[in-house]
């Protein structure tokens, strides 16, 4: 299914302090999310290689079990990777997936390659997780071994983290700055 | 992640079966649902025979609630078990009826470990301990536990393989003689 983990690979995803750069992505074969319509929250992108792969099974299995913990956070979690929006929308029923899962199909891999986690060989994204601040800007970022699942206590390290300086308890409250800025 | 440390250490709270002076401790995370994790608790029984008195287990739960939907359920019931002192008892009965975990089930399993059935079905209906099974699920995410089951041993996740038992043996028998050479790391040392 994977390649063998090559120890000494590591992608040169974006890093932290990088501005995310905007998509828009097929959340379902009818509707599309835009990442800038999530600002004014922290947003988990997981970027992962292909639905219905054992450890991308087990990842996403695991995110959806901790969904809970990241809406404390006020945060949202959206998974990416090149399956259509078939494919994801089978594989979520599948496994009673509550958060949305986005096809990077087409042009294949594009957003991807935006993030740095594009596999060129296998055509698949990489396994790499972003923690995006509620400005847009990525807090952080971490590309793991594409055989190795990740677990989520970095993503929860990094919104613990952002907790402290300036991310909202809840969704609905912003930054100071951000509320004067709005209407 | 990588180099995951067990947060937090064993405790009081935690439910322990061993002699508390082991040089080992082994940690747990699991779902009684899970049919891998069905699979380690033969593994474990085996470590335990081996090991004897070297070995201290200790188990936290961490259900997978939406791929098995009687998970958490079988977790309370664990808890429930542990309030009247049965919680091993419970563990592995669950554990060999993995088959079988629908409430009509699990209240049978009570009531041939002779528990206080009123008080028991009481806590499963009041879901009384589903917040400090929730409690063992987090200590887990914050562990790095990213699946089930995950081991810890003496404080670090355990990378190999549980399924070859005499691996998962020799790794247990190691982790001793490093103790006994007086490396300690600090989760045992707190634990």
Redesign the interface.
């Known amino acids: 299914m994977t390649q063998p983990a090559t120890p000494e690979h590591v992608a040169e995803i974006l890093a932290a302090g990088t501005p995310a750069p905007d998509f828009a992505l097929h959340a379902t074969p009818d509707q599309i999310l835009r990442l800038s319509e999530l600002r004014g929250r922290p947003v988990i992108l997981v970027f992962y290689p292909a639905d219905w792969s054992p450890v991308c099974g087990?990842?996403v299995?695991?995110y959806?079990?901790?969904l809970p913990?990241f809406h404390e956070y006020g945060a949202e979690i959206v998974g990416i990777s090149v399956d259509g929006a078939w494919c994801h929308a089978a594989f979520a029923r599948d496994?009673?997936?509550?958060f949305p899962l986005l096809a990077d199909f087409e042009p294949k891999g594009a957003v991807s390659r935006l993030y740095g986690a594009y596999r060129e060989g296998e055509g698949t994204s990489e396994r790499a997780l972003f923690v995006i601040n509620s400005d847009g800007i990525i807090h952080w970022s971490?590309c793991?071994p594409i055989g190795v699942?990740?677990?989520?206590?970095?993503i929860?390290s990094a919104l613990e983290s952002l907790n402290g300086k300036s991310a909202p308890a809840k969704a609905e409250s912003f930054r100071a700055d951000t509320m004067e800025s709005r209407p | 992640m990588s180099d995951s440390q067990l947060t937090p250490p064993v405790s009081e709270r935690d439910h322990v079966t061993g002699s508390a002076d082991a040089p080992v401790t082994l940690v747990e995370y699991g779902d009684f649902e899970c049919p891998y994790c069905g699979m380690a608790y033969r593994v474990v029984k085996s470590a335990q025979a081996e090991l004897g008195k070297q070995l201290r287990f200790v188990f936290r739960n961490f259900p997978l609630a939406e791929a098995h939907p009687h998970a958490r359920l079988a977790a309370e019931a664990a808890e429930a078990a542990a309030a009247q002192r049965k919680f091993w008892e419970m563990h592995d009965v669950l554990f060999e009826h993995q088959d079988a975990l629908e409430a009509e089930d699990i209240l049978g399993y009570a009531k041939s470990l002779e528990l206080d059935m009123e008080q028991f079905a009481r806590d499963l209906k009041a879901a009384t301990y589903a917040k400090r099974v929730r409690e063992d699920f987090r200590s887990g995410v914050k562990s790095g536990v990213n699946g089930t089951p995950t081991f810890f041993i003496n404080g670090s996740r355990y990378e190999g393989s549980w399924a070859n038992e005499k691996d998962f043996i020799h790794a247990l028998r190691e982790a001793a003689q490093q103790s006994d050479r007086g490396v300690r790391t600090t989760a045992d040392a707190n634990g």
């Open positions: 087990d990842q299995a695991l959806n079990e901790i913990e496994r009673h997936l509550h971490y793991s699942n990740p677990g989520a206590d970095g929860l």
